[in-house]
């Protein structure tokens, strides 16, 4: 079993930046890690992952706003992002455990979830 527990949401107008931090019980090896949001009355989105070699994926909204990076020796998972908008505002969780990048139903372990909020 992994837990895993978000951190760092929160309310932040247009164009500002947050970042989630999501922290596991222990490592991840061998698996996808990632990140994923649903906003009131939509499906769940992947967002970002870190592949299982280091290289990373995102969607298309997130590319080039929103960044996924990891510290291994802490077993801590970030998205750093950027140009916030309107549309960004949703439930954040961090997943662990996956075998593919942005499908959430790949993923074994998820956290509790973070909420941000951007306000125009």
């Known amino acids: 079993q992994v837990q895993l527990v978000e951190s760092g949401g929160g309310s932040v107008q247009a164009g500002g930046s947050l970042r989630l931090s999501c922290a596991s019980s222990r490592t991840n090896y061998g698996t996808y890690i990632g990140w994923f949001r649903q906003a009131p009355g939509k499906e769940r989105e992947g967002v970002a992952c870190?592949?299982?070699?280091?290289?990373?994926g995102y969607s298309a909204s997130a590319e080039g706003r929103f960044t996924i990076s990891q510290d291994k020796s802490k077993n801590l998972l970030y998205l750093q992002m950027n140009s916030l908008n309107v549309e960004d505002t949703a439930m954040y969780y961090c997943a662990a455990g996956g075998t593919s990048c942005l499908s959430g139903s790949n993923y074994m372990y998820w956290g509790q979830g973070t909420q941000v909020t951007v306000s125009s």
């Open positions: 870190i592949k299982p070699r280091g290289n990373t």
